[in-house]
């Protein structure tokens, strides 16, 4: 049973289009995150949502947003797709904000 | 990864001890973690320390605090090649905790 599930895992797509990442988390947590990794291994978070409630957003810019339809589903959304937006995405999740969160395997964007 | 500095690269021999050593800014961190990256893979946890505690040890792991200083550090005993892997400290921070911090990653790299 996988705790925190992301699709796809590989996604390659033109600058320009609008494509979302998907993920779920089977483990009754409160609290989801989008967390982005760049090419040097830099993990910055980028979202955090708890029941449902958007809580943090670290100076993202307004091509990417967040959506819940669940407690259980944190879905990323990317409009208008930049070449610096190529990096691996992980969904993350807690049981609260203070505990340890449970990643998911990441979802390797490449724009061209 | 500004508040959380691990050093980029370590490189032991099978069998040695490692120790990565991370250092943080935020003396409200209530607690702080060592996550482990495997290549194509999600975050695991390894372990977590609460920031009033000096030290655990969990089997190869034991991971030291120093408040005073906010000096947090893995060791890890009798390193093997499957230890090779890229390793996060963490903290969470303060107030409702919803944000936690990442380094930048210390890439431990064992040779036989």
């Known amino acids: 049973d996988t705790a925190v599930s992301q699709t796809p895992k590989y996604l390659v797509t033109q600058m320009g289009n609008d494509k979302s990442i998907k993920c779920e988390q089977n483990l009754g947590h409160d609290t989801m995150y989008w967390y982005k990794q760049d090419s040097k291994k830099f993990l910055k978070i980028m979202f955090s949502y708890n029941n449902k409630e958007l809580i943090i957003n670290e100076t993202v810019p307004n091509r990417f947003s967040p959506k819940s339809p669940d407690k259980a589903h944190l879905n990323l959304h990317i409009n208008s797709l930049e070449l610096g937006d190529s990096a691996v995405y992980f969904c993350?999740?807690?049981?609260?904000?203070?505990?340890?969160?449970?990643f998911g395997q990441g979802t390797r964007l490449t724009v061209v | 990864g500004e508040d959380v500095e691990q050093s980029l690269f370590l490189s032991v021999r099978e069998g040695d001890s490692s120790v990565i050593n991370c250092t943080y800014t935020d003396s409200s961190s209530t607690y702080l973690y060592w996550y482990k990256q495997e290549p194509g893979a999600g975050l695991q946890l390894l372990t977590y320390?609460?920031?009033?505690?000096d030290m655990k040890q969990d089997q190869r792991l034991t991971v030291l605090l120093n408040k005073k200083d906010k000096h947090l550090s893995l060791r890890i005993a009798d390193t093997q090649t499957g230890d090779s892997a890229i390793y996060f400290c963490?903290?969470?921070?303060?107030?409702?905790?919803?944000?936690?911090?990442f380094g930048a990653g210390t890439r431990l790299f064992v040779k036989a």
């Open positions: 993350a999740s807690s049981q609260d904000a203070s505990t340890e969160a449970f």
């Open positions: 963490a903290e969470s921070r303060g107030t409702g905790g919803f944000k936690t911090i």
């Open positions: 320390i609460f920031s009033n505690m």
